[in-house]
Each structure stands twice: as C-alpha cells, then as structure tokens.
C-alpha cells in the first residue's frame, strides 16, 4: 500500500474528529471515540509503522489535535485521550524501530518518521500550547495526596512524557541552517516553555520531596532542555567579555590571517607574469613511471613541488567497519535571552533542586525502580551542573550530595561495566562507547571539582579535597583505569571527542597525582594482586619418610641388618596374621589389577619405617591378591626366599606418584570445601606499598597509548589550546622525564612534525614547535651513532626495543635465564657455523635437524634457527621451512589410484602401509586414512589396525593387531608433522633403522616443556598447569566433566597458544585444539578423570632427568643374579621400541629354576609406525602367565579426541 495514500478507515476516523473555522475548531459528536480509534489503530500498526507515517502526511497533530488541546480542555476525557495520542505520536523513532534500521527501506521509513517528528516538534513551539499544559499540570499538582486520584497522577505523568518526546527530537540541522545566537527550533521551543512557566514547575517537582516519584522524568527533561550547551558558556553569559576571551579571539584571528596571507602567496607564486608560448614537458629523473621509466611532467616547474602519483586516482573506500566513529553531539550558541533564562534556570536548580534532586535519582538507581540505562541522565547532570558551578561562583555546598567519595565510585563502576561491554558486546559497541563518554565526563569533572576545592580560602573546604584525594589515589582501581581506556581505544567505535576528554582527564589526574606526592612527601597505595592459593597435599608418614628422602647404598645395607633380624623372627612366628592387611585401595580410580605398585611402594616404606613385621603382612597379603606371574613370589616361597626378596624390594628405586594417598577420602573432601571457600575470600590479596609517580609514570610508556597521542595530535588545527597542552606535557614526560624520546621515533610522527613546522601559523603553536625540535635533535644525535635508527623509524617501538636502540643492541640477552634461553658462548657459534657450513650442501637433508644431532648443547629449532641469521649464515627465517607437499585436494585420479590400491591390499597384514608405499601423490597416514573413511571404503578405522603376528607374549587385542590407541597416536603424531616428513618415517620401518632415528623422534611432554621453559615460556606453562590442576578439582567436585575451553587473558599466554612448540605439547597433554569455525581456543575433553588430568599436570614440572627416573623396568630376581640372557638381551632390545617404555619384562624360556631378575630397561623413545611395535597400555595392565614377575610403571593414558 502506498504510504502517501491515506487508508479509507484512518481517514473517515480523521474527519470525524472535527474541522478547523478561522482560529476556532469545531469537534464532532464522535470526537472522542475517533479519538479512540486512532489510538487502537496505532496499537496494531505494522513495522513500517504505516499508521503513523499516514497521520504525520495527514498533518492530523498540526491541523487536529493541537487546536483540541487548546480549545476544549474542559472536556477531560477528549483532554486525556488527546494526550494519550499525542504521547504515542511524538515517540522517538528509536523507540519505535527499536534502533536505527541497516535495511535500505526500513532506513526509508525510518527517516520518514523522523522527518514528521521535527514537523511536530515545530508545530509545539508555540506559548499557547504549552500554556495550556502548564495550566493542567498547576491544577494536578495543587492536589493533595489524599486527593489526587490514580488518572491524575496518569495524566502528570503523560504530560511529563510529551514534553520529553518533543524536546528529545532531534534538529535538522541541514533544513535549519541556523548560525550561532541565531534562535533554532529547538531555543523557540525553550522560550515557549519559559513563558508559559513549565521551567517554575519542574523546578518545583524536582525540590518537593512529596513529587518524588517524577525525579527520573524531571530529569530526563532538564537533560534535553540543555543539550548541545556549553555549562561554562552559559555561566559568563552577562558578565561581559573578559580579557582572557578577548586575546584568545586576537590570537585565533592572528592565526587565520597568517594561513591565509600564506596561501595567497603560494598562489601569487604559481602564477606568472606573462603567458609562455613554450609549456614544454619535463623528464623526472629518479622518479619512475608505470614502465619503469623516468617519469615525464606535463605541467610548469613551479608545480613540480605537487607531483603525487596519487593524483586522478579514485580513493580508496574505506569499509564501513573501519570508519572512525561520528561525533554525535554538537556545541551550540542559542540566542542571548535563551541562554540568560538557561543561566538563571541553572542557578536556581543549583541552589534549591539539586542535592535534593541528585540524591532521590541515586536512590531509584541504587533500589533499581529505574529504567534501563537512565544512570546516564544521572551523569550528565553530575558533570553539567558541577562545571557551571565551578565556572559561575565556585560554591562546594550547592552539589555536596555528588561531591564524595561514593561518587567516584558510582561513576568508576558504571565506566568499567561500559567498557567491559563495548568490548563483548560489538553489534551496540557505539552505544556502549557513547554511555563511557558520559561516564568518562562525570570522572574529568569530579576531579576538576576536587581540583578547584585545593584552591579555596577554605580551610574546611582544602581539607575535604585532601580526604577525597587521599581515598582516591589509595585505590588501585582509579590508578589503572586511564591505562586501560587507553590500550582498548578503539577509533572505530569510540569518537575523537573521547580521545580528548580522556587525555584532558589524564593529564588533571596526573597533575594532581604529581603534586599530592610532592606535598606528603612518602605515599602509600593499595596494591592488589590475585593469588591462587595451592591446595595443601595430604602427605602420610611412609611418604615423608621415603619419598623424600633419598637414601645411598652404605644406609640401606645398614639399614637391612636391623631389618633382617625381625623379619627372622617374624616369619617364623605362625601367629602373623594377613587378614588385617589389604595391600590394595578399594576406593581409588585405578583397577586392582593396576596397583601393584603401589602395593610394593607400601611394602618399601614400611621397610624403610622399620615395620617389618607389617612389610612382611603386606607381602603375604599382596601374593594372595595377585598371585599371577610370581611378582610377589610363588605360594611355597621358603622364608629365605622371602628374605631375599624383601631384601630386593627394599633397594629397588620404585617409581612413586606425586599425587596424594586416597586413603582418608572424607578428611580430604572435608579440607578441600573449606580450601575452596578460602580461595573464594582470598582471590585477590591485598597489600600496601610506597607509591613511586615514576613507576606509575612508566606505565605510559607504552606504543598503544603513544599512538592514542599522536592521533589526537594530527588535528593539533581544531584542538583547543588546552588540549594541545594536555597531549604535548604527556610526551615531554615521557621524552625527558622518562629518557623514552625513542618512542616518539616514528616515520608518521616526523611527518606530523614537518607538517607542523611548514605550517604558516606555526607561531601561535610554540609549545608544540619546541618540542618537535627537541625529538628531532635527539634523533639526529642518535642516528650519527646507530645508524640502523632510521630504519627503526618505520616501526612502533615498546620499552624493550627503545633501550637496545639507544644502549645497543643485544643488550637485553643478559636476563635471567627464566626468561630467556641461554647465551651463545664463542664455542657453541664456531661449533654452529662448523655444522651449518658441513651440513648445507647436501641434498635430502633438514639443514637444522642435523645440526641439531650433532650440538653439545641442548637447543631448540627455533633458536638454531634465529641464531644462523643473527650471524649472517643465512638471509630469513623461511629459509628454514620443513619440507612439504602439503596437498590438501584429491583429484578424481587419485581417489581412484587409493581405490584400487585398498581393493589390493585390504587382505595384507599392513593395508595402510602397503597403500603409502605404493600411492603416486604422497600423504600423511592421517591423510589417508580419514579419505578412506569418506570414501566409504572402510567404516571405522579399526579395520585398518595393523595386524601382528602371535608372538611369546600374547597382546592383549585379539588376532594380534595394535591397539586402537596406537593407531590414534600415530595418527595423531603425524599431523604434527609435515606430510614429506611423516612420509620418510614410515619408510623407516626396519629395526635397525629405527635405533638410528632415535634422535629425530617426537619429544615427550616433559623435554617439550623443559625446551619451551628454555624459550621464555615459564609463565605459560604454569598458566597451563593451573588450568589443568583447576579443571580436575571441578571434575572431581561436580562428578561430571564437560569440554573445558583455555581461555588466554594475558598477551603472554596469548602468544604462547600461537607458538606452534606449545601447540604441540598441548597435543602430546591430549588437549583438543578448535574442531571447526565456531570454536576458537583449545579445549581440555571431557574424557579426562580428575587423575589424568592431575597426572598431566605434574608432568609440565617435572625435569628429564626426574621423567626418566619415574621409568624404570624391573625385574625381581631370587638368587641376585644380575646379569640377563641372551634372550633376555634380544627381547628387551626389541622392548626398546614400544611406545614410552612400559613396565615389562619377559621370562627366559628354558631359565633353570624359574630364576627371576631385578633390572632397569633405559627409556626409548617412539618410533612412528615401527613394524617392531608392541601395544602399550594393553600389554602394561595385564602380565602374562609365562612372565617373569614384572612391576608395572604408573599407568599411561591414551588421550583422543571427542569427536573420535
């Protein structure tokens, strides 16, 4: 339906509502339920709000309502439901599209309900109109309480409304064309108010303590009478222009006239004096052209000097998601006898409404009776009313509610939650920018008002101003905040109007910082830092007496000798009893048939306490329990034996957990809530300590927040001169204070500087002039010393790069080692150009991973690889990339190559093998399998298990093939490496082979964390511990677990989750990185128990050395016989090849007397896809028959994925 054609029902409804004589209208009978009708049809208008747009073109308030309003007030039903129509009509179009439409035709209708909106917002500029509201709003309010009915108080409250929707419409400000003291729409709208004496009543509600209930809508109200005035303007109206004015005025003329006598002599320059015959064209030399010759010039000489190759070209279109944010409000100078009565106006509220006001306003925000977001309202009256106190006649006393410490408060709360959302909430991040540029207003002038109070003759007043400050420069909280708007300035949401309002109240709070230190002498400030406190381990005696402490061979020997002579007595007593003890724990995670060693650990530290008569009980009890394989030795065991093999137990160095014994659960459960509740008082701990303005100072030093400067600096024209101040005092702290010019050496900085002093006017900027001067002098004397100082000018620098640009560089390689890797000495750079100069030449080979196996001193590849371009051996870092072919596509040929190749092998033993060793197009064995899976050849990957043959120990997967897990961590391991490089290990399938590839294998957790603390990743990996040691404890409280993600809220650990070193150790610990577009960070699965995810933890802090030891493979020998056969050297050497070295042993076959063993495998590393492989887990939790007694190491998780 056309908008322009008026509905057939809306527009009898409108004739029937009366017609327009002269100046006198006339209604009709059915008025009122025409009255009615409008609004019932506005109720049920469409989105396009075509009701409303209708009876706007119809010009129905103008030519109807208005005239009812004022003719027929008597008729107080007609009256009322006037202003209910009215009331709707004039809501502002925000309201009524919920917010500014992104859709072309909804921004259509948009705009055109706006556009009615200022038509009614003219047509209400008249004093017999208001005059009439006035009248209705006396009589309503001379009512008493206990005679004012329920639609009386209605009828205030619309009338409230109606005002507020006309004066909340927005001016047009293309349509007005109005100039400064020029009376707009809006000032004619104020004087009609003024007029007909609504100013005297809502200075009247907002004073009477029984009209409380309207302070939020008389609020509202004074806000958008003053909007888009300036408070300390309106404060000297009348007074007469002071002398400070008027040179301020001399010296922007001054200004001016110097740009233009400046531009009429360029001009006068250009031009000359008589015609030439001879243009000519003209050869640039040293300037080229498109192609690639010099370029020539067209034009004269004289417009050489303007030559850009920018020129005729169409700009760039900036994306509308990167355009800096539009100044939404604007300054204007109303009319002289408007702004008098809005000075007057203020005054008054001032002496009589205000702290009655403000308090009443606080008072609903803090109970919420208010509305959403109305504690804007509440600040901008804070920051207008105590500016034009300040400015008119400084009186503390007139906004003493506001002028406390709780206000401070208020407005820091209320700023922190308006960042806190700009920053998650990004689809109204505009929005949230504008309500922290209220917040940010009310801050400045808090501390302009606390400020001004320093320099009343007051004694009284000075004190309350040292209180104040005492309170606020002691919170932690008022020192960071300026830091923290400042790194998330964000020129895109938030206007250049903020940048200037934050720098101006930085440098008032900084000034005034400055001075309280210097008047006290020694500050003392809140410092608060958030600690996490680490849950107690309950630790039981055997623990401490064993597990501590580590004894030499001599102490056990001597040791034993007590020892042996109670263990005589006590296997000769028949009365020992086995029954009491229970070498296993019936409550703990781990299976019975898992806790052997920890039953042997038991039997150690009762060994060791000099309970033998309970190690023997214990020993007895455990050979009942597991009495397969003899680990404990077989039932007729003779009492010498027994001996013998106490005797074993006793020195064999067991691995022991680092966790805590589960044998009083309730007492630990019982610490653990109360732990918890103390973590949850003592989050952060709070501390006192020396304020130091320096240190504070340093904070600043930093390119986000120098940045921030530099952009305000650019439009140094439009600055006042105030501001201009407020940003060059910044960098001169910075530069002298600080010795930190070098932050200032930056290529769009110097070219600000140029356009600065080549600027006619430069005179009338002295300050900035002298300081530009000052940083290019330093520069210059820097640069005569490191002559890479211009090449630095292309970059934004932090503190680091500064001080080694000017002490040198290199100079930061002497941190602590925590921080940094170790330094190369003289020998280890001969030993690597010796390695890299042998080693570069030949074909095939990874440059880095040779001289990696051959450095004495343990490095990483990265740091091998950042040191060869340190000394000039190589060019970039990318000449360094690992080898790949790196396919990501299948074509058609090569599905059908894969095809066939499975039809082939899918009866061999090793079906995938065989397929990698015979495809064209080589791949990762991860590659493959997953295009096999969607191909629909195979329907699971089980089918693709190697399958092994029958062996003298049996695995525990049927028909000999590996173990889901295997297979899951080849895969696993192969996608971290390139697919070239996955490709050469699974060529090197022999067992020889794999002993020379030893080297090259994956890293474990623990050598991965020990290289990544060695590359400054101490704090990350702690980070990562904690959230490890913090995602088991909710596990095991909730008793249910659910994919955890690893949110990095520092730029350390930000960086660290980018490095791909750490990202391979968080996929050695089992954690899931994002499994498509929706996830962002890792995540811990929620298949890990609270133990494994303990377990994981402690491997992060633990050393190689100490990993290795936790390793060990033993084997109990009777008669202390210590060297193995031959077949045990055979079968242990094909052991080295299983995956982290499990706890095993095998039984010579044929040994007379079924003779046992006691010793150490060392640990082997994996061998991707060796054909020597044997399970893991499997074959560790389970011994077979025909074994020697085996203790099996702590038992290892195999971590997949969720999805899998």
Not at 6 to 19: K, P, Q, V
Not at 26 to 35: A, G, I, N, R
Not at 605 to 621: N, P
Not at 828 to 855: F, M, N, P, S
């Amino acid at each position: 339906m056309d908008l322009y054609m008026m509905n057939c029902e809306l527009l009898a409804t409108c004739s029937a509502l009366g017609y327009l004589e002269g100046d006198a209208y006339h209604k009709e009978p059915d008025c009122l339920e025409s009255v009615k009708d409008l609004i019932r049809y506005l109720r049920y208008e469409d989105e396009t709000r075509d009701v409303r747009q209708q009876l706007g073109a119809a010009q129905i308030l103008q030519s109807d309502l208005l005239p009812i309003l004022a003719q027929h007030r008597q008729d107080k039903p007609l009256f009322d439901a006037v202003i209910r129509l009215m009331v709707n009509l004039t809501q502002p179009a925000l309201l009524c599209f919920g917010s500014v439409p992104k859709e072309p035709s909804m921004r259509h209708h948009f705009l055109q309900v706006l556009t009615y909106l200022q038509a009614y917002k003219e047509a209400f500029a008249s004093e017999k109109t208001f005059g009439v509201l006035s009248e209705t709003l006396y009589e309503l309010l001379q009512l008493g309480w206990e005679e004012r009915q329920e639609e009386d108080n209605l009828l205030i409250e619309r009338i409230l409304l109606l005002v507020r929707n006309i004066l909340h419409v927005p001016a047009d400000l293309d349509q007005e064309k109005r100039i400064d003291d020029d009376a707009s729409v809006h000032d004619q709208l104020l004087w009609a108010i003024h007029l007909s004496g609504l100013d005297d009543l809502l200075l009247f509600l907002a004073s009477s303590p029984a009209e409380q209930q309207w302070s939020l809508h008389v609020l509202e109200i004074i806000s958008l009478m003053f909007r888009d005035q300036n408070p300390e303007q309106l404060a000297r109206v009348g007074q007469g222009r002071l002398a400070q004015e008027r040179s301020a005025d001399v010296a922007e003329l001054e200004m001016l006239r110097q740009r233009e006598m400046a531009e009429k002599k360029a001009r006068a320059l250009q031009r000359g004096n008589r015609h030439s015959r001879f243009g000519g064209s003209y050869i640039v030399q040293g300037l080229k052209s498109i192609g690639e010759r010099d370029l020539i010039f067209h034009k004269g000489l004289h417009n050489l000097q303007n030559y850009s190759s920018d020129l005729g070209k169409q700009p760039r279109r900036i994306p509308k998601r990167h355009q800096a944010a539009q100044e939404l409000s604007t300054q204007h100078r109303s009319a002289l006898n408007v702004r008098l009565f809005l000075r007057d106006f203020c005054s008054e509220f001032l002496e009589n409404c205000y702290n009655r006001l403000m308090g009443a306003v606080k008072d609903h925000l803090l109970r919420e009776k208010a509305q959403e977001h109305d504690e804007t309202y509440y600040m901008w009256a804070l920051a207008f009313f105590m500016a034009f106190n300040r400015a008119a006649s400084f009186r503390p006393g007139l906004v003493s509610e506001t002028l406390s410490v709780r206000s401070f408060h208020f407005i820091e709360k209320n700023l922190t939650n308006y960042y806190e959302m700009m920053l998650t909430d990004r689809k109204e991040a505009r929005s949230w920018a504008c309500r922290m540029h209220l917040a940010l207003k009310a801050y400045q002038e808090l501390l302009a008002t606390v400020n001004e109070m320093d320099m009343s003759p007051d004694e009284a007043v000075r004190e309350s101003s040292r209180i104040i400050k005492n309170n606020i420069f002691y919170m932690m909280e008022y020192r960071e905040l300026f830091l923290t708007l400042f790194r998330k300035f964000d020129e895109r949401c938030q206007p250049r109007s903020f940048l200037r309002d934050l720098v101006e109240t930085t440098h008032l709070f900084l000034k005034m910082l400055e001075r309280f230190c210097r008047s006290r002498g020694n500050l003392m400030v809140q410092n608060k830092r958030k600690k996490r406190k680490k849950k107690k381990k309950k630790v039981s005696d055997q623990t401490v007496a064993s597990g501590n402490v580590s004894y030499s061979a001599e102490e056990l020997e001597a040791l034993w000798q007590g020892l042996a002579e109670q263990l005589q007595c006590c296997t000769q007593d028949p009365e020992l009893s086995v029954d009491s003890m229970v070498p296993f724990d019936a409550a703990s995670e781990i299976p019975v048939e898992e806790q052997r060693v920890e039953a042997m650990v038991r039997i150690q530290d009762c060994l060791l306490a000099g309970r033998a008569s309970q190690a023997l009980s214990l020993l007895r009890s455990a050979r009942e329990v597991w009495p397969e394989g003899d680990v404990f030795g077989f039932p007729n065991i003779s009492p010498e034996e027994e001996m013998q093999l106490l005797k074993q137990i006793l020195s064999a160095p067991l691995p022991r957990q680092q966790e805590t014994e589960e044998g009083d659960r309730e007492e630990e459960e019982e610490e653990e809530e109360e732990e918890e509740k103390e973590e949850e008082l003592q989050v952060v701990q709070v501390s006192e300590k020396e304020f130091n303005f320096l240190d504070y100072l340093k904070r600043f030093a930093c390119s986000t927040i120098v940045r921030a400067y530099v952009l305000l600096l650019r439009s140094y024209q439009q600055n006042s001169a105030h501001t201009n101040h407020c940003v060059v005092k910044m960098l001169h702290r910075l530069a002298h204070d600080l010795k930190m010019e070098a932050l200032l050496f930056q290529l769009s900085v110097f070219f600000l500087f140029n356009r600065l002093l080549s600027d006619p006017a430069a005179g009338a900027y002295k300050e900035l002039v002298t300081f530009a001067k000052y940083i290019l002098s330093k520069f210059f004397a820097l640069a005569t010393v490191n002559e890479k100082a211009f090449v630095e000018l292309l970059f934004w620098k932090n503190t680091a790069v500064v001080r080694e640009m000017t002490e040198g560089y290199g100079t930061l390689d002497g941190r602590s080692s925590s921080c940094r890797a170790a330094a190369w000495g003289p020998e280890e750079e001969a030993q690597l150009r010796e390695l890299y100069l042998t080693h570069k030449d030949v074909e095939g080979q990874d440059v880095v991973e040779a001289i990696l196996a051959h450095l004495n001193t343990a490095r990483t590849r990265r740091q091998v690889i950042h040191h060869l371009v340190r000394l000039g051996l190589a060019n970039s870092v990318k000449d360094f990339q690992r080898k790949g072919t790196h396919i990501v596509l299948w074509t058609e040929d090569q599905e059908q190559e894969l095809q066939r190749l499975f039809e082939e092998f899918q009866d061999s033993d090793d079906v995938l093998g065989h397929i990698m060793k015979n495809i064209t197009a080589k791949r990762s064995r991860a590659r493959i399998v997953d295009k096999l899976l969607a191909l629909g050849l195979v329907a699971e990957r089980r089918e693709l298990y190697k399958k092994r043959k029958k062996k003298l120990a049996p695995s525990s997967t049927p028909d000999g093939e590996d173990s889901p897990k295997d297979f899951q961590q080849d895969l696993e391991d192969e996608e971290d490496l390139p697919e070239e490089e996955s490709e050469e290990e699974d060529e090197k399938d022999e067992f020889l082979e794999g002993e020379q590839a030893h080297g090259h294998c994956v890293l474990s957790a623990a050598s991965l964390g020990q290289d990544l603390r060695q590359e400054g990743f101490s704090v990350p990996l702690l980070w990562l511990q904690n959230c490890l040691l913090r995602a088991a404890d909710d596990r095991e409280e909730d008793g249910c677990s659910q994919a955890v993600p690893l949110v990095p809220l520092t730029e350390e650990n930000e960086e660290a989750m980018e490095n791909e070193q750490f990202q391979q150790l968080l996929r050695k610990l089992g954690i899931r990185p994002p499994a498509s577009v929706q996830e962002t960070f890792w995540r811990i699965p929620a298949k890990l128990s609270p133990t494994q995810l303990r377990r994981v933890a402690a491997s992060l802090s633990q050393s190689k050395e100490e990993e290795e030891k936790l390793q060990p493979e033993l084997r109990l020998s009777i008669n202390g016989e210590q060297g193995p056969s031959e077949e045990d050297q055979q079968e242990n050497f094909l052991l080295a090849h299983k995956k982290k070295a499990g706890l095993e042993s095998m039984e010579e076959e044929g040994a007379a007397g079924g003779k046992e063993h006691l010793k150490v495998v060392p640990k082997k590393r994996q061998l991707l896809d060796s054909d020597e492989e044997e399970e893991g887990d499997e074959g560790r939790s389970k011994v077979p028959e025909l074994q020697a007694p085996v203790i099996p190491k702590k038992k290892r998780y195999q971590i997949e994925d969720e999805d899998e």
